[in-house]
Structure formats: C-alpha cells, structure tokens
C-alpha cells in the first residue's frame, strides 16, 4: 500500500517467504531474491523491499553472510535490495540483512510532532519532523547505504502502523521511480557507490 501510494504507477510482485508460523529462514528470503533476479526482465524489477531482520545488534558488516552473493548479484542485474534496518532500538548496529554490504537499509522518522510515545522497547519524551524513532536501529558509521523515512502512524491498506517496516517502502517507491527516470547505473557504478553514503 505505501509502495503503490508513493509511486502510482508501480506495480508490485508480492513473494511470501513466510510460513504458516510468520517465520522464515535465509534460504527462503534468499530464493526471493533469486526469483526477483531471474524474473527481473520479465517484469521490470527494479527494487526489492524486505520488511524482516534477525532481531541481532551486528555492529560491523555481516561479512561472510549467506546473502552476500544474492545481494551482489541483485545489485548487478540493477535490482536495489531494501532492507528494514529493525525495530529493536540499537544504536551501534543494525539486524541482518540490513547489515549485509550493498543492501539499502532503511531506519524510521517521525513524520510529525505527536508528542511522547512509548514503543515497548522504548518511548521518546518529546517527537519533531524528521527526528530518529527510539526504535530505530541505528548506525553512526553507516556500515550499509543507510536512509531515513517516515515510520510512525503510517496507515495503508487499512492499517495503521509502526516501525521500521512502515519506513522501507518508501525507499523502494522511491527508487522504482528513480531507475524509472533514469538509465539505472552501471553495475561498476552500483559497487562504486553502494555502501558508501548515509543520509539523515
């Protein structure tokens, strides 16, 4: 809903990865990922959006990570892997895969001053535009390409809800359109620069 709400004219393939318990494992998102690749000319995919994490503070690069091929292999065939960077409050690191090298990883903003809110992990006294939810998984050294969004009473399809995940389509939206408007880069241009800017 917010993909669509952002980007009108995209349309969205819907992978589910998840069981009939709501869990997954690396395999699964792994061959979503591949899927996307393999299917990446038939339905012009330009982006991924991965709303999910392993709740894990990984304060450096997951290096070695089992989706450090896909995630290359994504980003060569032009397909931007947006990850949610988590919801567990971290300060120094961010939960996999969003810790994984060439993954756009996305943390929460307020979108508004609504006053004091209380997430469960954690609550924020005051709340302005633009201001980083306590929620939030952070990294001060931007390990990954590391972008900001609104993530906090966002309401789409009839849902209102926060949390990182609500911040990630955004940034998908925003790169469809993005790759729409322009020649994507070239995949040396994509390594060049992918990981090695952060915005806040």
């Known amino acids: ?34 899927w996307a690749i393999a299917n990446r000319t038939t339905y012009n995919i330009v982006a991924t959006n991965m709303s999910l994490g392993d709740s894990v503070n990984h304060g ?39 810790c994984v090298f060439g993954v756009i990883a996305v943390g929460a903003v307020y979108s ?10 954690c609550s924020d006294a005051t709340t302005a535009p633009d201001k980083i939810t306590c929620f939030s998984d952070f990294v001060p050294n931007a390990m990954p390409t590391y972008i900001l969004a609104p993530g906090v ?12 995940s609500q911040a990630t389509p955004y940034v998908s939206a925003a790169t469809a359109i993005l790759q729409s408007a322009a020649p994507p ?13 952060y915005v806040q």
Do not use: H, M, R
């Not at 880069?185 to 800017?197: E, F, K, L, M, N």
């Open 112 to 121: 508004a001053n609504i006053g004091a809110t209380n997430f469960g992990p």
């Open 153 to 164: 009473n966002q309401t789409a399809g009839g849902y209102t809800l926060s949390g990182t």
């Open 60 to 98: 450096s690069w997951c290096s070695g990570s089992a989706y450090d091929t896909p995630v290359y292999n994504a980003n060569v065939a032009g397909i931007k892997v947006v990850v949610a960077a988590g919801n567990e409050g971290f300060t120094s690191g961010l939960s996999s895969p969003g």
């Open 185 to 197: 880069p070239s995949p040396v241009q994509q390594q060049a620069v992918t990981g090695a800017y």
């Open 1 to 34: 809903g917010i993909v669509v709400g952002v980007a009108p004219s995209a349309k969205v393939a819907g992978l589910n990865v998840f069981g009939a318990n709501t869990n997954t494992t690396d395999s699964l998102i792994i061959s979503g990922i591949n």
